[in-house]
């Protein structure tokens, strides 16, 4: 039976599942094997068609916290949402957080996720100090930027193909409070948003953009740009703890609910809200706005949905992204969260790794089959076009060729890959 | 701060039970056999704001070490305010009905040997007069079905066992709870086919630290699994036979 899906619910797929209980164990004698953390990979990258998938989810331990250098080693099943409940009250946050924090540390390595302090931090792999791999051989190889530094580049942002990380150790971030000193301002167009961009990236810690992906014309790539930076003293009212999702979603929404014209009139709505520009919140809404609604991907229903994210270089970023929006408005098709980031210059430490310099633009679609697939074939087309890159950890379209010209370093990847791991994923984008 | 002690400490819902007394600043000691898996679980534990963990390794199948296990429990701890029993196997139903030695072992398991350690435990607590027995038992001891009564007996005789010592430790202020969680997915379980009426084993053990906050006598996890029960024990034998359970 398989009870593994990912997040978007597309593609659906048949694969036996197994458990991975204890970090001391063996990898089961199974072909091929794909590492499942949560399950919050949208496409098919966390997914093994007619193999098997090895769930994380019992490697959830806590290994060592020093809570002075704010250095902790964890089993690689732990979540991050798990992660911060330990380290808040002492001080510490993520130093890189993804959109949710709902994912294993896995997963955040085997993705090499970003956050909105890329320009500023790089990449959650720049913050693994360390991590150990289990191979179907048995062999275990402790992993660092020194040790074993090939494995280490492979594994971070591998997709989960290199074999088990069973555990990784992560230097976090110190905090003085648990607040996010906060300022929103809206953009007119991209030009605005991309010198905003780089008005703020000295001085804000973390920035992103909501962007109106249903606007045309004039108001093309209008949005609300927000920048945040830790607060700095204690703020009344702020505690330091762990929100619980407030609601849950606790069956697949019919499908005309996401419609273009609620989705519109939401846009509309969310352009012209009126809102505070400089406000203290606490870090949860900051962050993690959509993880207050447990399940919120069954509100696109039965037949899930498509998550689009590429990056396209700086000095490519203006054309590419208009074009993009302009397919996208006209399509009809899009959604409430579309998200615009300015990426840094940072390298990232993996062979597969996906952020780079340049702009992302991540939004979903709700699957409608035929019209929904072309949009981003034309989606995907822009970004090859344009010398960009699709996320693979939001990606279940792709062309061989787009992956190839994105991912140059795959065939060096390939070397290192377990000969017992497969992805559904890794036989579409190489045509295996 | 309580001192807690926890044998059959690896299962799954031993560890997420004792990761919840960890988070209140409690004192563990955790007995089971593989010696490596309670290092994984101790230090785990630790992190999560225990005030003391202690791992004792011992195979709980040998009733002879029991006593021995006790004294080494009391040094660990200076008293006892819990004892959670929380191992067990399930045995196999088919090779039970061939093989007498397989339903003896699983009786040992699940039942005999339970006892021996609460004979031990039970006085202790009632000398000293205060304290909380809590026990895994199971529905499937409520009534015997064709798929599995062998386990169902062992853990009915257990049910009854505890039912009898929580009477016979009322006057001495001991708290005895029988729990009897319904389908969980955890390791035990995983050649089952899971459907809506599992959970996980953190919202069963959610539900052993209430029970044991309330001194609940009877617990049955998700609650849910009372009224199922309930239905189950009213249908007339002379119908039950005939069903394929």
Same mark, same amino acid.
Request: hydrophobic share 40%.
């Given at each position: 039976?398989?009870?593994?899906?990912?997040?978007?619910?597309?593609?659906?797929?048949?694969?036996?599942?197994?458990?991975?209980?204890?970090?001391?164990?063996?990898?089961?004698?199974?072909?091929?094997? %794909?590492?499942?953390?949560?399950?919050? #990979?949208?496409?098919? @990258?966390?997914?093994?068609?007619?193999?098997?998938? +090895? $769930?994380?989810?019992?490697?959830?331990?806590?290994?060592?916290?020093?809570?002075?250098?704010?250095?902790?080693?964890?089993?690689?099943?732990?979540?991050?949402?798990?992660?911060?409940?330990?380290?808040?009250?002492?001080?510490?946050?993520?130093?890189?957080?993804?959109?949710?924090?709902?994912?294993?540390?896995?997963?955040?390595?085997?993705?090499?996720?970003?956050?909105?302090?890329?320009?500023?931090?790089?990449?959650?792999?720049?913050?693994?100090?360390?991590?150990?791999?289990?191979?179907?051989?048995?062999?275990?190889?402790?992993?660092?930027?020194?040790?074993?530094?090939?494995?280490?580049?492979?594994?971070?942002?591998?997709?989960?193909?290199?074999?088990?990380?069973?555990?990784?150790? %992560?230097?976090?971030?110190?905090?003085? #409070?648990?607040?996010? @000193?906060?300022?929103?301002?809206?953009?007119?167009? +991209? $030009?605005?948003?991309?010198?905003?961009?780089?008005?703020?990236?000295?001085?804000?810690?973390?920035?992103?953009?909501?962007?109106?992906?249903?606007?045309?014309?004039?108001?093309?790539?209008?949005?609300?740009?927000?920048?945040?930076?830790?607060?700095?003293?204690?703020?009344?009212?702020?505690?330091?703890?762990?929100?619980?999702?407030?609601?849950?979603?606790?069956?697949?929404?019919?499908?005309?609910?996401?419609?273009?014209?609620?989705?519109?009139?939401?846009?509309?709505?969310?352009?012209?809200?009126?809102?505070?520009?400089?406000?203290?919140?606490?870090?949860?809404?900051?962050?993690?706005?959509?993880?207050?609604?447990?399940?919120?991907?069954?509100?696109?229903?039965?037949?899930?949905?498509?998550?689009?994210?590429?990056?396209?270089?700086?000095?490519?970023?203006?054309?590419?992204?208009?074009?993009?929006?302009?397919?996208?408005?006209?399509?009809?098709?899009?959604?409430?969260?579309?998200?615009?980031?300015?990426?840094?210059?940072?390298?990232?430490?993996?062979?597969?790794?996906?952020?780079?310099?340049?702009?992302?633009?991540?939004?979903?679609?709700?699957?409608?089959?035929?019209?929904?697939?072309?949009?981003?074939?034309?989606?995907?087309?822009?970004?090859?076009?344009?010398?960009?890159?699709?996320?693979?950890?939001?990606?279940?379209?792709?062309?061989?060729?787009?992956?190839?010209?994105?991912?140059?370093?795959?065939?060096?990847?390939?070397?290192?890959?377990?000969?017992?791991?497969?992805?559904?994923?890794?036989?579409?984008?190489?045509?295996? | 701060?309580?001192?807690?002690?926890?044998?059959?400490?690896?299962?799954?819902?031993?560890?997420?039970?004792?990761?919840?007394?960890?988070?209140?600043?409690?004192?563990?000691?955790?007995?089971?056999?593989?010696?490596?898996?309670?290092?994984?679980?101790?230090?785990?534990?630790?992190?999560?704001?225990?005030?003391?963990?202690?791992?004792?390794?011992?195979?709980?199948?040998?009733?002879?070490?029991?006593?021995?296990?006790?004294?080494?429990?009391?040094?660990?701890?200076?008293?006892?305010?819990?004892?959670?029993?929380?191992?067990?196997?399930?045995?196999?139903?088919?090779?039970?009905?061939?093989?007498?030695?397989?339903?003896?072992?699983?009786?040992?398991?699940?039942?005999?040997?339970?006892?021996?350690?609460?004979?031990?435990?039970?006085?202790?607590?009632?000398?000293?007069?205060?304290?909380?027995?809590?026990?895994?038992?199971?529905?499937?001891?409520?009534?015997?079905?064709?798929?599995?009564?062998?386990?169902?007996?062992?853990?009915?005789?257990?049910?009854?066992?505890?039912?009898?010592?929580?009477?016979?430790?009322?006057?001495?202020?001991?708290?005895?709870?029988?729990?009897?969680?319904?389908?969980?997915?955890?390791?035990?379980?995983?050649?089952?086919?899971?459907?809506?009426?599992?959970?996980?084993?953190?919202?069963?053990?959610?539900?052993?630290?209430?029970?044991?906050?309330?001194?609940?006598?009877?617990?049955?996890?998700?609650?849910?699994?009372?009224?199922?029960?309930?239905?189950?024990?009213?249908?007339?034998?002379?119908?039950?036979?005939?069903?394929?359970?």
């Amino acid at each position: 039976m398989n009870i593994h899906q990912s997040w978007g619910n597309v593609p659906q797929v048949e694969q036996t599942c197994l458990e991975q209980l204890w970090r001391s164990q063996t990898l089961p004698a199974a072909a091929t094997l %794909l590492p499942f953390g949560q399950g919050r #990979s949208y496409g098919d @990258v966390c997914l093994n068609d007619k193999g098997y998938s +090895l $769930a994380t989810g019992r490697l959830n331990r806590f290994i060592h916290f020093d809570r002075e250098q704010g250095i902790l080693s964890a089993e690689a099943g732990v979540t991050l949402a798990e992660i911060l409940e330990l380290i808040l009250p002492a001080g510490w946050f993520l130093p890189v957080s993804p959109g949710t924090k709902f994912v294993s540390l896995g997963g955040a390595l085997a993705n090499d996720v970003h956050g909105k302090n890329h320009h500023k931090a790089g990449s959650f792999g720049r913050h693994v100090r360390a991590f150990e791999l289990l191979r179907s051989n048995g062999q275990k190889l402790i992993c660092t930027q020194e040790e074993n530094s090939d494995w280490f580049s492979a594994t971070v942002g591998g997709l989960g193909l290199t074999g088990l990380v069973t555990q990784a150790e %992560l230097q976090l971030k110190k905090i003085d #409070s648990p607040a996010i @000193v906060q300022k929103t301002r809206r953009f007119e167009n +991209l $030009a605005e948003f991309l010198r905003l961009s780089e008005e703020t990236e000295a001085d804000w810690e973390y920035t992103v953009a909501w962007v109106d992906c249903m606007a045309k014309g004039k108001q093309l790539g209008r949005g609300i740009f927000s920048m945040g930076n830790h607060a700095t003293a204690a703020t009344p009212g702020i505690k330091p703890e762990v929100l619980q999702p407030k609601f849950s979603m606790p069956f697949n929404a019919p499908s005309w609910l996401l419609n273009q014209y609620s989705v519109k009139l939401f846009n509309q709505l969310y352009y012209h809200l009126p809102r505070k520009h400089d406000s203290q919140v606490h870090y949860e809404p900051f962050f993690y706005p959509l993880d207050k609604i447990a399940n919120w991907n069954r509100l696109y229903g039965k037949r899930g949905f498509y998550q689009f994210q590429c990056v396209v270089p700086l000095d490519k970023a203006e054309a590419a992204i208009s074009e993009m929006l302009q397919h996208i408005s006209k399509s009809g098709q899009g959604s409430f969260l579309s998200v615009l980031k300015r990426l840094g210059n940072i390298a990232s430490p993996g062979m597969l790794s996906f952020p780079r310099d340049g702009i992302t633009l991540a939004l979903d679609f709700a699957n409608r089959g035929e019209s929904t697939r072309h949009l981003l074939a034309d989606l995907n087309e822009i970004t090859d076009r344009h010398g960009g890159a699709i996320y693979p950890a939001k990606d279940a379209t792709m062309t061989t060729a787009l992956f190839v010209n994105a991912y140059p370093g795959w065939q060096k990847f390939s070397e290192y890959m377990d000969p017992h791991f497969s992805s559904s994923f890794w036989r579409r984008v190489t045509g295996e | 701060m309580q001192s807690i002690v926890i044998l059959g400490a690896t299962s799954a819902i031993a560890e997420q039970t004792a990761r919840i007394y960890a988070t209140r600043g409690d004192a563990l000691c955790l007995v089971a056999r593989d010696d490596a898996k309670l290092e994984i679980i101790k230090s785990d534990l630790e992190i999560r704001g225990a005030s003391k963990v202690t791992k004792l390794s011992y195979d709980l199948n040998h009733t002879h070490l029991h006593q021995a296990l006790l004294d080494d429990v009391i040094k660990a701890l200076a008293r006892i305010d819990i004892v959670l029993v929380a191992y067990g196997t399930l045995g196999d139903q088919k090779k039970c009905e061939q093989d007498f030695d397989e339903t003896l072992q699983e009786l040992q398991t699940n039942c005999l040997g339970v006892i021996s350690l609460l004979t031990l435990f039970s006085n202790y607590l009632e000398k000293q007069k205060a304290g909380c027995i809590a026990a895994i038992s199971s529905p499937a001891g409520d009534r015997g079905r064709q798929s599995n009564y062998v386990y169902g007996s062992a853990k009915g005789a257990l049910s009854i066992y505890l039912q009898g010592m929580r009477n016979r430790l009322y006057n001495s202020s001991v708290h005895v709870l029988t729990i009897k969680p319904g389908f969980v997915n955890t390791p035990m379980t995983k050649d089952f086919k899971k459907g809506l009426l599992w959970v996980e084993p953190d919202v069963i053990a959610r539900g052993i630290v209430k029970a044991i906050d309330r001194r609940k006598d009877i617990v049955y996890l998700p609650f849910f699994w009372r009224y199922i029960m309930l239905v189950i024990k009213l249908i007339p034998e002379s119908i039950f036979k005939r069903l394929s359970l």
